[in-house]
């Protein structure tokens, strides 16, 4: 079984920050690292902002992944000026600089030269996610299972603005569907570990796309209205190729996307530990 050769690979997180925001310009800085809530300090009388890529970092550390890869758009300085090497949070961070991505699967892979023989952990840094142990119930997924691909599923708010998932009783996922229009479906996928095979999956995908192909799967505005390509898109491909991509179910998990006005301005609800937002 797959899963011991996974154990021994260093788990190394990869988070894609080089997108331009547009649903919240104009902004004062890079949304990755907006203020968001308050963090408790040792001294119960003092706290400090809290930003909200921090949310996501947590719950890498929460897995012991103490290396991470951020992959930045050139002018989005503050981010490494705020997180600088990861002192802050007792993790090593590097920073990947591009000049321009067609959506989240370019960004990714412009990592690949640094990741193509690890474990990848990956989540959106402007996605605020609960419980915190999300990636350690992945990661011992993937050890144990054999798989390429572990999904973190989330109860969908929308389905018709998230990527939903089929997953047979065993949680195999059998297919997944991208906004659909309309859907009995009840899970998202909001993050994922994965092995080299999707890794390299991945990187040939973008390979294919740079070279003019992959038109019928990557040219659909109504899936994102800035023609991206988003990392749906080749999830669902390593589906269809019989990758072995498996789900982790979060039945009672929360999450908030801040990528728009409305999610931003009741983000302070969620990170106080109210009941989950709707929108």
Not at 5 to 34: D, F, H, M, W, Y
Not at 166 to 176: G, K, Q
């Amino acid at each position: 079984m797959r899963g011991g050769t996974n154990r021994q690979k260093e788990v190394v997180a990869v988070l894609p920050a080089a997108g331009r925001s547009l649903r919240l310009a104009p902004l004062p800085c890079s949304k990755e690292i907006l203020p968001v809530g308050l963090q408790a300090m040792i001294d119960p009388r003092a706290s400090r902002l809290k930003v909200v890529s921090h949310y996501l970092l947590e719950c890498l550390q929460k897995a012991d992944v103490r290396k991470g890869y951020i992959v930045i758009r050139q002018g989005k300085w503050d981010i490494p000026t705020y997180w600088g090497g990861g002192g802050m949070l007792g993790m090593s961070l590097a920073y990947v600089v591009i000049e321009g991505s067609s959506g989240p699967p370019d960004t990714i892979d412009r990592a690949y030269p640094f990741v193509k023989d690890k474990i990848v952990a990956f989540g959106f840094p402007d996605i605020i996610l609960r419980p915190k142990e999300v990636f350690v119930k992945l990661l011992d997924r993937l050890n144990y299972s054999g798989n390429d691909v572990v999904l973190a599923l989330f109860p969908a708010h929308n389905s018709k603005t998230m990527d939903m998932v089929d997953i047979d009783a065993t949680l195999r996922v059998r297919a997944i569907h991208l906004k659909p229009r309309t859907s009995r479906l009840r899970y998202a996928w909001l993050c994922a570990v994965w092995t080299p095979v999707f890794t390299e999956f991945l990187h040939q995908f973008v390979r294919h796309v740079k070279q003019g192909e992959k038109a019928e799967v990557v040219e659909n505005h109504r899936i994102d209205a800035q023609g991206d390509i988003p990392v749906g898109v080749v999830l669902k491909e390593a589906v269809k190729a019989k990758l072995k991509v498996d789900g982790v179910t979060f039945p009672t998990g929360r999450y908030i996307d801040i990528g728009t006005p409305r999610a931003l301005s009741i983000v302070h609800r969620f990170v106080s530990h109210h009941p989950r937002p709707s929108y």
